[in-house]
């Protein structure tokens, strides 16, 4: 089939359908997703001040439903965006309608370069606008932001070295914006019915609190009872004197290099989140020996996805409902073996804009140190994520 020969789908913008739809994305999110949008205005003008020059948006990526709550974003600013979107999203009239809209594919884990050079193109035009998601991947971690792969800023600051030779005062803006979901309404019930029927499907007995509300040692004991069995099935045992986290770092490392193995591929050093996707690519490009190798090789890497952000604390740093539930998704995930987990309840999707930077004024640095003032950028760029992801209000 086309779908599966074809490397790369360039963005092919519609601006009055992207109009007809931005007229109704609120209702679609409201009805489809369970979702509405909430920004201030003060925001909405961070992002009209410059919109005649070319912006880069990074944002974090909690949720598999971002995309079209950036598209309702844009909808409220009065703008029309580009998308850097996974490839495997691209299938028939799906893809046709994302092409439309302004998005365009990636084929993550093998430096696409037909992507890149599509980036770097639009981002030499005036007033480009793209949305880039530079975790790499969606984290389904609600409060806490993934590191930022380096691309994300390396290209536009490549662009903007480059116009400045020919026009000193070219523009380019790369903006931070945090995104967070709260639930509108009170999920004590649903964390006891998702606790409930972990326990059952796991044959636990719920552990005995002595509160109310006190659902923290249940998770716990789910966690475990997950954790023990995933050692098992992967041939580790426990190690007394390693604490939660190591054991989960050792579990994710030995699974990653046993995939890796069956495909022949060298082990490496770089994230693991960017080794499952190289994986998935080759799982896309070549046949395995056989279905049932490819199908298992697939849902490893998706288990791998799963777990790649979590950590132990996260929860109990701020027992709020969006962190309980962020862990017991994934739990979900892995014990009923779903890819994806729809959304509990209502939810409101928050942005905070950060203060936009010009990257022209990093030009000078970058021609002079071009790692070392990536490398610094994007690091500042994930912290300004960060630290307003915890200024959310409630």
Sequence with gaps: MASETVLFFPPQQKPLLIRLVQSVSSLVLQRL????????????????AIAGARVVYVCNHPTMEDGMVLFSLAARVGQMWHYIVA??????????????????????????????AQTLSLLKAPQAQVVIFPEGGCSYQND?????????????????????????DANLYVVPISLKYRYTEPMTAIIEDTLWGLE???????VETGAAGDFYPRLLAIAAQVLVQLEAEYGLVSEP??????RIDRLRNHVI????????????????????????ALLEAEEPK??????ALYWTTVRLLNFDAIYDGYVAADPT?????????????????????QPKAHRQARFRVGEPINLREYVADFRRDKAGTVGRLTEQLRQAVQTNLGGHTE
């Design 257 to 280: 290099t046993q995939c890796e193995q069956q495909l022949d591929l060298p082990s490496n050093d770089a994230p693991i989140r960017e080794r499952v996707y190289k994986i998935q």
């Design 144 to 168: 806490t932001v993934m590191p930022f792969r380096s691309g994300a800023i390396q290209m536009p600051l490549q662009v903007i070295a480059q116009l400045m030779k020919q026009d000193p």
């Design 290 to 295: 056989t279905v049932a190798e490819g199908d």
């Design 200 to 206: 059952q499907t796991l044959g636990l007995t719920p």
């Design 33 to 48: 997703y369970r979702c509405g949008v909430v920004v201030s205005e003060d925001d909405v003008a961070k992002l009209r």
């Design 87 to 116: 490839k495997e999203s691209f299938q028939g009239l799906q893809g046709r309608f994302l092409q439309w809209m302004g998005c365009y594919s990636i084929r993550r884990g093998l430096g696409d370069r037909s992507s890149i």
């Design 321 to 341: 409902p969006e962190r309980f539930l962020d862990t017991l998704m994934r739990l979900e995930r892995e014990v009923y073996q779903v890819e994806h987990i």
């Design 241 to 246: 004197e390693q604490d939660w986290n190591q």
